[in-house]
């Protein structure tokens, strides 16, 4: 619409200025014509007048010279008359002719001087006066002069009606072109646009099944639509064959996972069951930007895996609707199709009050969870509120689900994260046939560390509520065991890895996420970031980091790190530039804003050691950041380091990886995130040594190009090759290998 509104406005603005001009001259000429039929009119009169009085002025007959004068001035338009003598004095006046008018004889005065008629324009009030005088002659001597008043307000009315009648114009015919074209731009433009996109959508999104009628017409596109329907059914012959090739490479073991080889193996597998997933944190969150409501997708490492997975199989994701427009775009289910573009799953959301946000989310969750099971040395808070809330919001969560799930018959459900421990307990003692798959994205603390709760129990019988549990790593799954054994009576296999617990078992599984990284091949060249040109980032070598402002993401450890690294390798001061993307998290908790703050005043302290011209050595950026965003950053970055104190996976690590085509640049990893495990060629650091961190930004700097591309190629192939789409498959298969 807003092309079309330009167009209208473009075309209305030309025909205005046109109008505009053709008015203005239209007004001059009328102007001029009223004016030279005004000044004749009034010099025939003067010269009649002045006939008809001259006897008695010569006579000094003032009674009879009064009679002419006021027998004449109540002409039309006519205001009165006056004669002057040749001294400039009034002699007669005809009645009601306002003295204003004759109080100065300037006019007259110059007829007489001039011996010639003279005419102009005074004011008396508001109205416009035409004064006109003309001499009074004997035997060719000046002898007074006859002044005619006439009303000339008229010509200034006469205009500006010109002016509003050819506004009024311009108006109506500005209103009817616009219709006009809206109209013609609706019904020959837009509608059949909107059919063709909508049928190219479909047969992108293999929904339609090559029916030449999607591509009708107005016979205006029909060579388009030709052309449209021609590229459609190749698309159409092109995904066959792919997902024929997919359903082949099902069989190949090594072959890698692709979003197709995912559909295919769902259909094969799991015959096409629904998969439910519930979290709190939702993949799209809709918010308010300057009156228009945009989707964004979360800095969430969970979101990450889970997103490109829904994509490729579709079903139903439940998670907390935090986005401020998030209401405004939900049906009355409060379902919305995702992603916004086009559409491959639903997204249900479910509303929580501010009481359960504080308690269950930025009280349980991240005051009391996050740090009991991140080993990052903050203090978990454990109140008892906050473990009302947040076995309410569990409940409530659970309600939601089994709505959904009512009139399914073994639904595949995938409960994530931390947020709902309590949650596969509750929907299996409602639906024991429901296959609950549960995954823990953060890591799994020691048996002793985890005995400090004073719910850990319940949390424990909740999660064995699951068929599957899963953790990133296999030191995680150990933790779990012996978390169990310590505090709950069960029954532990440590063959099968399988824990029963009041008659149902459940599987622990070690199953790394990871990401949507397919293509190991294509090197493409790096693309420009925008960011980087804004910020004026010009140094040889760039690091970046990119985190959510979280504590455990070792932050503050990174600038000590870099810190030192100038102080030990001074020659890098204005070569190096350290770059972090920090999106804000959490807010509303108190431990959060203050490790913002102090990663502010960090970062500010380095910058004042060590800056000089026009070179900071951090720049540091506290904004949500798009995928497509940060991409040009991996691929313009020298060195990206991971320097969590404690870390389920992290997968920027991957991300970062996944992005470099051309096999450059060097990861720096905390040896204490689940990545660490798999990444074995990145240089690996203890982030609480600032000399650690320090050579290895040395070394990440100074390796050689050959060396780079060994590492990178290496740790490409272990993420490809272990994907989202394969770790889907894998939890997707321990699920449903069980019945
Ligand atoms: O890693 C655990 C996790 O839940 C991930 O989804 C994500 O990395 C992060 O925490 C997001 O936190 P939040 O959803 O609280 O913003």
């Known amino acids: 619409m807003k092309p079309l509104l330009s167009l209208i406005g473009v075309v209305i603005t030309i025909v205005s200025l046109v109008v505009f001009g053709f008015t203005y001259r239209q007004v001059q000429e009328q102007r001029t014509a009223l004016l030279d039929d005004l000044e004749r009119r009034t010099g025939l009169l003067a010269d009649s007048l002045k006939e008809s009085i001259r006897p008695s002025y010569l006579s000094n007959d003032t009674a009879r010279l009064q009679n002419v004068l006021d027998k004449f001035a109540g002409r039309e338009r006519l205001l009165g008359l006056a004669v002057f003598d040749n001294k400039g004095s009034l002699f007669a006046t005809s009645a009601e002719l306002p003295q204003e008018l004759t109080s100065g004889a300037s006019i007259p005065e110059k007829a007489m001087d001039a011996d010639s008629n003279e005419g102009d324009f005074t004011f008396l009030s508001e109205s416009k006066i035409y004064v006109f005088a003309t001499p009074l002659h004997q035997d060719e001597k000046v002898i007074g002069a006859v002044t005619v008043y006439q009303r000339a307000d008229y010509i200034d009315d006469a205009i500006s009606q010109t002016w509003k ?83 082949l490479r099902l069989e190949k073991i090594d072959s890698p996972w692709t979003a197709e080889r995912l559909k295919e193996f769902f259909k094969a597998y799991l015959k096409d069951r629904k998969i439910y997933v519930v979290s709190n944190r939702e993949p799209y969150a809709h918010k308010k930007i300057k009156n228009e409501i945009r989707a964004e997708m979360p800095a969430s490492g969970m979101v990450t895996a889970l997103e490109p997975v829904m994509e490729a199989c579709g079903g139903l994701w439940l998670a907390h609707g935090s986005g401020e427009a998030d209401r405004f775009v939900v049906d009355k289910d409060d379902k919305v199709g995702v992603p916004p573009d086009e ?122 509520g699951a068929d599957v549990l899963a953790f990133h790593t296999q030191q995680y799954c150990n933790n779990f065991m012996e978390t169990v054994g310590k505090e709950v009576e069960s029954l532990a296999d440590l063959e099968k890895f399988s824990i029963t617990h009041k008659g149902h078992t459940s599987y622990i599984k070690p199953l790394p996420t990871s990401v949507a990284f397919t293509n190991g091949e ?42 030192f690294f100038f102080d030990l390798h001074p020659a890098y001061k204005r070569q190096f530039t350290f770059l972090q993307i920090a999106a804000p998290s959490r807010e509303q908790v108190a431990k959060y804003q203050e490790f913002s703050e102090d990663v502010e005043r960090e970062s500010e302290r380095i910058n004042r050691k060590f800056e000089s011209d026009n070179w900071r050595p951090v720049v540091l950026i506290k904004k949500l950041h798009t995928h497509e965003e940060i991409y040009p950053l991996y691929r313009s970055a020298n060195v990206c380091m991971v320097t969590s104190l404690s870390d389920g996976m992290n997968l920027v690590a991957k991300e970062f990886i996944a992005s470099r085509t051309d096999e450059a640049g060097v990861l720096i990893l905390s040896q204490f995130t689940g990545a660490s495990r798999e990444l074995k060629e990145a240089l690996i650091i203890n982030p609480y040594s600032a000399e650690e961190t320090a050579e290895a930004i040395s070394k990440a700097l100074s390796m050689p190009q050959a060396e780079q591309r060994r590492r990178m190629k290496k740790m490409r192939e272990s993420v490809k090759n272990y994907n989202v789409y394969r770790w889907a498959a894998e939890f997707l298969k321990a699920l449903a290998s069980l019945s």
């Open 165 to 247: 009648r050819n506004l009024v114009r311009l108006l109506t015919q500005s209103l009817l072109f616009s219709l006009a074209v809206i109209l013609i731009f609706r019904w020959i433009i837009y509608q059949p646009i909107i059919r063709m996109a909508e049928a190219i959508r479909q047969t992108r999104s293999g929904l339609a099944k090559g029916d030449p009628d999607v591509f009708k017409a107005h016979s205006f596109f029909s060579p388009i639509a030709a052309e449209i329907r021609k590229m459609s059914q190749s698309l159409l012959l092109a995904r066959t064959a792919a997902s024929e090739e997919a359903r």
């Open 343 to 464: 559409p491959k799953y639903t997204l249900k959301r479910v509303w929580l009050s501010e009481q359960e946000v504080k308690g269950y989310y930025n009280g349980f969750c991240n005051e009391a969870l996050w740090p009991l099971c991140h080993l990052a040395h903050t203090r978990p808070i454990f109140r008892q509120e906050d473990w009302t809330e947040y076995r309410k919001v569990n409940g409530k969560f659970a309600q939601s689900l089994l709505a959904e799930i009512k009139r399914v018959h073994r639904p595949l459900i995938l409960v994530q994260d931390y947020h709902f421990a309590l949650l596969p307990a509750m929907i299996k003692a409602s639906r024991p046939d429901a296959e609950v798959g549960f995954f823990w994205h953060i890591p799994w603390p020691s048996a002793e560390a985890f005995s400090i709760c004073p719910w850990r129990k319940e949390i424990l019988e909740g999660m064995l």
């Open 522 to 563: 294509t090197k493409t060249p790096a693309p420009k970031s925008p960011l980087m040109e804004k910020l004026g980032i010009e140094t040889k070598y760039l690091g970046i980091g990119v985190d959510r402002l979280d504590y455990t993401k070792g932050i503050l450890e990174r600038l000590r790190g870099i810190e």
